[in-house]
C-alpha cells in the first residue's frame, strides 16, 4: 500500500513538472518575421505602455492587440484602440502579409496621412482607422484591397474628394467616411458598385452638389449623407420597390415635391429635416412601420395622413413647415 502511495506521488509530480512548462509547438508558434516587424511597430510608436507585453523574450501570437491565426501560425490582426500613442501609423504595418484587420480607433494624437504600405495588405478584410487626426486624402490605393468588406475613416480630419475608385471594391458592405472634412460631389461610380451594395456613411463632411442619380439604380439599405451641402431632387432614392431602410438626407439644401413619393415597405427610419422639400405627407407614408420619422424645417403643406402610425411621432418631427397641420400638430383651419 506504501509502494502504492509512492508511486502515485511520482505520477503527479511528473505531471504536476509536464503541465509548468510550455510544450516546444507552443514556444515557436510565432513567426519570426512578424514578431521582428510587430517589434519595429512597437518603436516606431515611442514603445507606449500600451503595447508592453510585446516583449521579444516572448510569444508574439499572445502579445496584447495583436491576433493570430491558428493555422498559419502568422499575425492576421492588430487591434491599436484607445491607446495613448502619439505619431503617425508605422509603415512597417504594410509587413505583415496575413493580416486581415487593422484597427487604429480612438487614438486622437494619432497624426499623418493614411499609411501608403497599406496598399501591400492584399488579404485585409476590415480597415478601421477613426477617431484619430489622420490627416490628407482618402487614398485612391485602397481601391486594390479587394477582400475589404469594411472601410471605416470616420471621425477623422480627412480633406479632398472622395474617389470613385472605391466602387471598384466588389465586398464592401459599409464605407464609413463621415465627420471629416470632405469635399466635392458624391462620385457617380457610387452608383455602380459590383456585388455587394455597401450602406453609404458620408453625413458631417462639406459634400456639395447633386446627389448622383445612378445611385438610384442601386438597392441600398442604409444611406446617410446628413449635415452637407448637397442640392436638387433625391426622389429617385425611393420607390416601392427599393430596399432602403434606413435614410438620412437633414441638414442639406434638398428640394424635391414630397407629395409624389412612393415608400418601401422595408423604410424604418426617415430623417429630411433642415431642407427645402415642399409638397405633402404622401398618404401611403402612413402604411409603413417607421419607427422614426422627421420632417421638419421644410415647406410642406397639407394634413398629415390619419392612421398607421405617424401619430405616433410628437409635434418635433414636423414643426417649422409652411403649413403642415393635423395631429400631432393643430387641426387644419
Request: net charge neutral; with cysteine.
Amino acid at each position: 500500500m506504501k509502494m502504492k502511495s509512492s508511486f502515485l506521488a511520482v505520477v503527479f509530480l511528473s505531471l504536476f513538472v509536464f503541465l509548468s512548462f510550455p510544450s516546444p509547438s507552443v514556444s515557436v508558434r510565432c513567426n519570426p518575421e512578424d514578431k521582428r516587424v510587430l517589434l519595429q511597430i512597437k518603436k516606431d510608436l515611442g514603445n507606449p505602455y500600451h503595447l508592453a507585453s510585446w516583449d521579444p523574450n516572448t510569444d508574439c501570437c499572445y502579445w496584447y492587440v495583436v491576433g493570430c491565426d491558428r493555422r498559419t501560425n502568422r499575425i492576421n490582426s492588430l487591434h491599436v484602440f484607445q491607446a495613448n500613442i502619439s505619431g503617425q501609423i508605422p509603415a512597417a504595418v504594410g509587413d505583415l502579409p496575413y493580416l486581415e484587420t487593422l484597427q487604429f480607433h480612438h487614438i486622437t494624437n494619432l497624426t499623418g496621412t493614411i499609411q501608403p504600405t497599406i496598399a501591400k495588405l492584399t488579404n485585409l478584410k476590415m480597415l478601421r482607422l477613426s477617431f484619430t487626426n489622420l490627416t490628407g486624402p482618402v487614398p485612391d490605393f485602397l481601391s486594390q484591397l479587394k477582400n475589404l468588406t469594411l472601410l471605416e475613416l470616420n471621425y477623422n480630419q480627412l480633406t479632398g474628394t472622395i474617389p470613385p475608385s472605391l466602387s471598384q471594391l466588389p465586398n464592401l458592405l459599409a464605407i464609413h467616411l463621415d465627420r471629416n472634412k470632405l469635399t466635392g460631389q458624391i462620385p457617380d461610380s457610387f452608383g455602380k458598385f459590383k456585388g455587394q451594395i455597401p450602406d453609404l456613411y458620408l453625413s458631417h463632411n462639406s459634400l456639395t452638389g447633386p446627389v448622383p442619380k445612378s445611385l438610384g439604380e442601386l438597392n441600398f439599405s442604409t444611406l446617410d449623407f446628413s449635415r452637407n451641402n448637397l442640392e436638387g431632387d433625391v426622389s429617385f432614392l425611393f420607390g416601392k420597390n427599393k430596399t432602403i431602410q434606413n435614410i438620412d438626407l437633414s441638414r442639406n439644401i434638398l428640394e424635391f415635391d414630397l407629395s409624389k413619393l412612393e415608400f418601401p415597405d422595408s423604410l424604418s427610419s426617415l430623417d429630411l429635416n433642415h431642407n427645402r422639400i415642399f409638397g405633402s405627407l404622401p398618404e401611403g407614408l402612413k402604411d409603413v412601420q417607421l419607427q422614426y420619422l422627421n420632417v421638419s424645417y421644410n415647406r410642406l403643406c397639407g394634413q398629415i395622413p390619419q392612421g398607421g402610425k405617424l401619430q405616433s411621432f410628437d409635434v418635433y418631427s414636423y414643426f417649422h413647415n409652411k403649413c403642415l397641420c393635423g395631429s400631432p400638430l393643430p387641426d387644419c383651419k
